[in-house]
């Protein structure tokens, strides 16, 4: 698996993923219906894709936001 993501877009999806899970976990704003668990899906995805550095997205279209890769 190659890495076609940046560290500002590593990071920016860090930072969604976890103002998402706060939103969802910490605050009743979501509430406890479908928001929350689409929330928590696209916090766990933005978290895995920004720590393995790889969006199946980005490779299907064919982009790439890093610069050594």
């Known amino acids: ?9 590593r ?7 976890v103002v ?3 939103l969802a976990l910490g ?9 929350f668990w689409i929330a928590l899906i696209v916090a766990a995805v933005f978290a895995l894709t ?10 299907i279209v064919g982009i790439k936001t890093c610069r050594d890769c």
Do not use: E, H, W
């Open 20 to 22: 998402l899970l706060v």
């Open 11 to 17: 990071g920016g999806r860090l930072a969604v993923a």
């Open 50 to 59: 920004a720590l393995v550095g790889n969006c199946p997205l980005y490779s």
């Open 1 to 9: 698996m190659t890495i076609n993501m940046g560290k500002f877009d």
């Open 27 to 35: 605050t009743n704003v979501l509430g406890a219906g479908i928001l």
